[in-house]
T-cell receptor, first 117, second 115 residues
Framework: DADVTQTPRNRITKTGKRIMLECSQTKGHDRMYWYRQDPGLGLQLIYYSFDVKDINKGEISDGYSVSRQAQAKFSLSLESAIPNQTALYFC????????????????FGEGSRLTVL | AQTVTQSQPEMSVQEAETVTLSCTYDTSESDYYLFWYKQPPSRQMILVIRQEAYKQQNATENRFSVNFQKAAKSFSLKISDSQLGDAAMYFCAYRRLHTGNQFYFGTGTSLTVIP
C-alpha cells in the first residue's frame, strides 16, 4: 500500500459544486501539504499543516480550504469549484528536516486530477 | 524570497548517452536541502536524488549524480547511460530549513529519450 493515499484519483465536476479531496498517510509525519500542479508552472503550495492544530495558507489558497482531521489525514475542499481550478492536485508529507535521521524530502501521493466544467 | 530556476523547459538525449539538467536557486540561507524529482507520464512524483547543503560531496544514486556548486547556487542533475524509462518531467526543489521551513519548486524540464 502507498504511504500517502489520495482519493479520488480522478474527478470531473461542474462549476459551483463542492469538492473534497482526501489524503491519508502512514509515514507518521506531522507535516502535510497540498500542492497544485499546472503545466509550465511547477508545483504551487495551497495549504500546509505542521501539526493537527496548525494550518497555514500557502501561495495560492484563495478558493480552497483544508481540514486536518488527525495526524494522518488532511483534506482539501473547493467550496464552489470554478474551471480555472482544473489541475492536478498532490498531497505530500515530510519530516521536520532537522532531526537526526530526517531525510528531508517530500513524500507524495499519486495525485488527484480534477476537471471543472 | 526563495526561487528555483530551471532554464531548460525541454531536453532530449539519445539512449545510452549522458544528459545534464540545470537548476539554480536563490537563497540567503546556509543550511538547506536540494532535491531532484522525476514525474513520468504516470504522474507520480518520485525522488531521484537528495543533497544536503552542508555536505561538500556531490550526491550520486546509480546513474544519477549531481554537480552541487554552493557558492554559485547551482544544482545540476547528470543522467548517465540514459534509458527509455528516464523520459519524464524533472523538477528541481529547494527546502528551506529554518524560517518557514518550506519547499520551493522549479517549473520543470521535460526530458525525451530518443531510441
Amino acid at each position: 500500500d502507498a504511504d500517502v493515499t489520495q482519493t479520488p484519483r480522478n474527478r470531473i465536476t461542474k462549476t459551483g459544486k463542492r469538492i473534497m479531496l482526501e489524503c491519508s498517510q502512514t509515514k507518521g509525519h506531522d507535516r502535510m501539504y497540498w500542492y497544485r500542479q499546472d503545466p509550465g508552472l511547477g508545483l504551487q503550495l495551497i495549504y500546509y499543516s505542521f501539526d493537527v492544530k496548525d494550518i497555514n495558507k500557502g501561495e495560492i489558497s484563495d478558493g480552497y480550504s483544508v481540514s486536518r482531521q488527525a495526524q494522518a489525514k488532511f483534506s482539501l475542499s473547493l467550496e464552489s469549484a470554478i474551471p480555472n481550478q482544473t489541475a492536478l492536485y498532490f498531497c505530500a508529507t515530510s519530516d521536520g528536516g532537522l532531526g537526526q535521521g530526517d531525510t528531508g524530502e517530500l513524500f507524495f501521493g499519486e495525485g488527484s486530477r480534477l476537471t471543472v466544467l | 524570497a526563495q526561487t528555483v530556476t530551471q532554464s531548460q523547459p525541454e531536453m532530449s538525449v539519445q539512449e545510452a548517452e549522458t544528459v545534464t539538467l540545470s537548476c539554480t536557486y536563490d537563497t540567503s540561507e546556509s543550511d538547506y536541502y536540494l532535491f531532484w524529482y522525476k514525474q513520468p507520464p504516470s504522474r507520480q512524483m518520485i525522488l531521484v536524488i537528495r543533497q544536503e547543503a552542508y555536505k561538500q560531496q556531490n550526491a550520486t544514486e546509480n546513474r544519477f549524480s549531481v554537480n552541487f556548486q554552493k557558492a554559485a547556487k547551482s544544482f545540476s542533475l547528470k543522467i548517465s547511460d540514459s534509458q527509455l524509462g528516464d523520459a519524464a518531467m524533472y523538477f528541481c526543489a529547494y527546502r528551506r530549513l529554518h524560517t518557514g521551513n518550506q519547499f520551493y519548486f522549479g517549473t520543470g524540464t521535460s526530458l525525451t529519450v530518443i531510441p
